[in-house]
Antibody
Framework: EVQLVESGGGLVQPGGSLRLSCAAS????????MNWVRQAPGKGLEWVSY????????FYADSLKGRFTISRDNAKNSLYLQMNSLRAEDTAVYYC????????????WGQGALVTVSS | DIQMTQSPSSLSASVGDRVIIACRAS??????LHWYQQKPGKAPKLLIY???SLQSGVPSRFSGSGSGTDFTLTISSLQPEDFAIYYC??????????FGGGTKVEVK
């Protein structure tokens, strides 16, 4: 069974940093591209970042303006999102998602990690 | 960036109703259109990929159609567990991957 389990969410002050992790199991992690998608409270879905299976290709949403860094460790079956210079508008549930190859859709989602940016 | 517009933003329906949700892209996206269902407090779930392919395990009452700029998600006979928010997503251009604003299906 495919499982994606996020961790590392929490309350952080504006300007602070946080690192999210996503532990993957039930599939060959090293052969799949992965993404982060977020959802602000009561709002819709927003794609955040993409990383290819071997980390050679990485994309970010323009709105992040270099503040976030996606990475992965295939030996540990783990995906990461380093978030710096956090702002109130980054408050959201962050989902780790598996990318289904060349069509770039998300066939599995984690349960989400809540990040709250507030003083 | 490609903008995705869903309509309506919400609808009221009864169990057994046929429900149609529309999604329009700001430019042609071929069949790079996917549909998700999200229930309160839960992660989204993939329903349809490639505009019309049913994801494994998804009931056959869900179907998708369209290509180019106009797409629809149809629920042939609404069931109690189908009350949720539905999102479309395009993947014709990457980045960014973009979602529609969502359609909330509520009990009439």
């Amino acid at each position: 069974e495919v499982q994606l389990v996020e961790s590392g969410g929490g309350l952080v002050q504006p300007g602070g940093s946080l690192r999210l992790s996503c532990a993957a199991s039930g599939f060959t992690f090293s052969t799949y591209s992965m993404n982060w998608v977020r959802q602000a409270p009561g709002k819709g879905l927003e794609w955040v970042s993409y990383i290819s299976s071997g980390s050679s290709t990485i994309f970010y949403a323009d709105s992040l303006k270099g503040r976030f860094t996606i990475s992965r460790d295939n030996a540990k079956n783990s995906l990461y999102l380093q978030m710096n210079s956090l702002r109130a508008e980054d408050t959201a549930v962050y989902y780790c998602t598996r990318d289904q190859g060349s069509l770039y859709y998300f066939d599995y989602w984690g349960q989400g990690a809540l990040v709250t940016v507030s003083s | 960036d490609i903008q995705m517009t869903q309509s309506p933003s919400s609808l009221s329906a009864s169990v057994g109703d046929r429900v149609i949700i529309a999604c329009r892209a700001s430019q042609s996206i071929s069949s790079y259109l996917h549909w998700y269902q999200q229930k309160p407090g839960k992660a989204p779930k993939l329903l349809i990929y490639g505009a019309s392919s049913l994801q494994s395990g998804v009931p056959s009452r869900f179907s998708g159609s369209g290509s180019g700029t106009d797409f629809t998600l149809t629920i042939s006979s609404l069931q109690p567990e189908d009350f949720a928010i539905y999102y479309c997503q395009q993947s014709y251009t990457t980045p960014p991957l973009t979602f529609g604003g969502g359609t909330k299906v509520e009990v009439k």
